[in-house]
């Protein structure tokens, strides 16, 4: 019998990443567009059939997409972008992906964080002018595509308010243009949808909404109400499903979800928000579906199964045995797809996990439980299975325990402040006015890539690849010595990853063969997975810094990753609070940056591109955050001498909301993304912030293969000097060079260089 259970979404590259592959091969001109959808339906085919033989009762159709599903919603509701050329039809590949990747004649649309997770989604571009019509069909056809095969699915849509609330204004659009306003042009579209999906057998319709776990204001609460008050009349005869996930909702939204016209169930995130119980207990309206997310989906541990059942007993008595739906907390899409893939890891730690595949067997484990038919087998197996978990001499490493636990009520900083740093930095190093630097990668070659999988399959010995990986570095300090480089990078030509190269050093990692999560697109992460306390046995990467320092007189950076962006980058442990888990990682850097110096090396970059997209959904909960995460960051340089001096790096983010906690993070020198973001950057300074440390806005763009010109470049430097004082300006690109190819990167930052030169030069003349 199929139980009262529900999954929100699942991830759609394939348990060996198929889609990314077609895909690839696709846009690569290599196989046709049948080729790429018989790929996608295969894959859709098997995870309905999939969900169908675990026992799932409300399976999701349409949370499959090419691309993005906030990209899939523009498609159906027609709003491309004039600068794509479409001519009004059914939207094919050719307008999907060049709104998605840009194509010869005109950039892609922009791409930000979906909420806190590291998937990325197409934003809308909308305005006054936007002409919708119903131009993707999906929904419908991937919902007749289930049914043939005898599966009647739940169609998922981005729901209407959400779709708005994460679109921007289009360009030429004025900023302070009113999104929600748009509403009464797209619910008829909407309309369509539902009544093609009424027509189709559809029984349920899921309305994914997001936003409302967001601190949201009286007016857009209004707009949920509004516009589902005006669906109603052609929901009914449906069952409707709105959906949150992510986060808590706030009273005043769990009060207008709760009461929205038409709709027969609520969905809620019940891992991350813990406070929504309480909510639930308060007042549940009556003869409503609660669809109760307890099981994790942005997490790989297997789900405590007697506790949530416990909360699931608790929901019961509140809401009654026939409304209650176990389900997953979120989509699946952000944890690893399955575990059955996973030759390397070992038992033990396997038996503490669950990727997407597992979690489906555990919601259906969960609702059977409640309807009486539980596995006794499978509960005591997961039973044990968290008991060693907690039990396990793997996990727990009282040392670790004891050092991070002192950490906490006091602050660590430097002994003296940023000014005097900088006066002894600027000493003992020398260096020019403008001083001009990389971020830390060079081109990885195809010869370099080779090297390193020779290597980890053992085909060649430690001496040789030590000598090929020596030779690579030579050559990238000659160069930049010949470019006439200020500060040096030894280019990384050891480093697969900026993550998992520290985690594989690290105790308390484990690293799995496919856990591979969507970033955006085709390209996929393998997030490492945090299992127990973090401790580093030995040196990281003193050899090789202290190896590039030995090659030249000029300093040499030593390249760490940052503890914030370690930890937001991996599965972490959910057995204790991250912060714990940050501190202890901060304590394992901060040995290294110690070794570091005392081998020499006197300018350490410890780099935190992820540090803004840990920040809570919630207000109210970001200073928390942010305290300790900046705190994590000072722990790793609190205890080095004046002399040296210590970088971070930070990607694309939004930082002018943070940029008193980037300023309490107390580096002497900061390298920031700033070419693409149009300078958005600066318009903090010309706000009147005091910023004394060093800083290098990025000067130019390495995302692009174009190579800036010498005075592009130096016209850039000079609007950066209208908001900063020369002497903490530093030059550098946006960020690594990894992903380009030397026949770019040469002239490119000869340019820079060049350019920085030029401005001294008007420096010195102007004296």
């Not at 001519?87 to 004649?105: C, K, L, P």
């Amino acid at each position: 019998m199929t139980s009262h259970s529900h999954i929100v979404g699942y991830p759609r590259m394939g348990p060996k990443r198929e889609l990314k592959f077609a895909l690839e091969s696709f846009w690569d001109g290599k196989s046709s567009a049948e080729d790429l959808q018989k790929v996608a339906t295969d894959l859709r085919s098997s995870i309905w059939k999939q969900m169908t033989e675990a026992g799932i009762k409300y399976i999701p159709s349409n949370t499959f997409s090419y691309y993005d599903q906030v990209l899939d919603t523009t498609a159906m509701l027609g709003a491309v972008p004039a600068r794509y050329g479409w001519n009004g039809n059914e939207i094919g590949f050719d307008t999907y992906f060049s709104m998605a990747r840009g194509n010869a004649s005109v950039p892609a649309m922009e791409m930000t964080k979906w909420f806190d997770t590291n998937y990325h989604f197409i934003v809308p571009e909308l305005g006054p002018d936007v002409q919708f019509s119903y131009a993707s069909h999906k929904a419908v056809d991937e919902y007749k595509e289930a049914k043939a095969l005898g599966i009647d699915t739940v169609p998922v849509l981005v729901g209407p308010v959400s779709y708005l609330l994460l679109s921007k204004p289009a360009k030429g659009v004025d900023k302070s243009f009113p999104l929600l306003s748009l509403l009464a042009k797209i619910l008829p579209i909407y309309k369509e949808v539902v009544s093609e999906l009424k027509a189709a057998g559809a029984t349920w319709i899921q309305f994914d909404e997001p936003t409302l776990v967001k601190d949201l204001e009286p007016q857009q609460l209004h707009a949920f109400t509004g516009a589902y008050a005006e669906l109603e009349s052609s929901l009914s005869g449906l069952n409707v499903l709105v959906e949150t996930y992510f986060a808590d909702v706030t009273a005043e939204a769990f009060k207008t979800l709760t009461s929205l016209k038409g709709v027969s169930g609520f969905g809620f995130d019940l891992v991350r928000g813990s406070k929504t119980l309480e909510l639930i207990k308060g007042g549940f309206p009556s003869g409503k579906y609660l669809f109760a997310g307890v099981v994790d989906g942005r997490n790989i541990w297997a789900n405590d199964l007697a506790s949530s059942l416990s909360t699931l007993q608790t929901l019961e008595g509140i809401v009654g045995k026939d409304k209650l739906v176990v389900s997953t907390s979120s989509s699946l899409l952000h944890t690893a797809v399955d575990l059955v893939n996973e030759t390397k890891l070992d038992n033990e730690i396997k038996s503490w996990l669950a990727f997407a595949a597992q979690k489906i067997v555990e919601v259906n484990a969960l609702a059977k439980a409640l309807a009486g038919q539980k596995d006794e087998a499978f509960f005591s197996a997961n039973a044990e299975a968290q008991a060693s978990r907690k039990s396990s001499p793997r996990v727990t490493n009282e040392a670790v325990q004891k050092a991070a636990a002192a950490l906490k009520g006091s602050d660590h900083r430097r002994a003296t402040n940023v000014s005097a740093r900088l006066d002894a930095q600027q000493k003992y190093l020398n260096l020019p006015i403008l001083p001009t630097t990389t971020i830390g990668s060079f081109p990885q070659t195809m010869d370099l890539r080779r090297v390193r999988r020779e290597y980890k399959a053992k085909k060649i010995s430690e001496e040789d690849y030590v000598k090929a990986i020596k030779a690579e570095i030579e050559k990238v300090v000659k160069l930049q010595e010949e470019l006439d480089i200020d500060v040096l990078v030894h280019g990384e030509p050891e480093r697969n990853d900026m993550v998992e190269y520290f985690g594989e050093q690290l105790s308390g990692f484990a690293f799995s063969a496919n856990g591979w999560v969507q970033s955006y697109g085709s390209r996929c992460v393998k997030p490492p997975i945090i299992y127990g306390d973090v401790s580093r046995p030995k040196a990281m990467t003193v050899f090789w810094s202290s190896m590039a320092q030995s090659m030249t007189k000029r300093p040499m950076k030593g390249m760490l990753t940052g503890p914030v962006t370690i930890l937001n980058w991996s599965f972490v442990r959910n057995d204790q609070p991250r912060h714990e888990t940050c501190y202890q990682i901060a304590l394992a850097i901060k040995d290294e940056v110690e070794d570091l110096e005392k081998a020499g090396v006197t300018v350490i970059q410890i780099d935190e591109a992820a540090l803004r997209e840990g920040l809570p959904l919630r207000k109210s909960e970001g200073a928390f955050y942010l305290d300790w995460a900046v705190h994590s960051f000072r722990i790793t340089n609190c205890g080095v001498k004046d002399t040296t001096q210590i970088h971070t790096h930070m990607c694309y983010s939004n930082f002018n909301d943070i940029i008193h906690s980037i300023i309490d993070m107390d580096a002497d020198v900061i390298t920031i993304e700033n070419s693409r973001s149009d300078e958005k950057l600066l318009s903090v300074f010309r706000e009147g912030v005091k910023y004394g440390a060093g800083i290098g806005p990025g000067v130019y763009d390495i995302h692009s293969p174009r190579i800036p010109s010498t005075d592009e470049i130096a016209d850039r430097i000079n609007k950066m000097l209208q908001v900063l004082e020369s002497n903490i300006l530093w030059v550098n690109p946006d960020c690594g060079l990894k992903t380009r190819k030397y026949a770019e990167v040469n002239p490119a930052l000869s340019n820079m260089v060049a350019a920085a030169k030029l401005l001294r030069t008007q420096f010195s003349s102007a004296k």
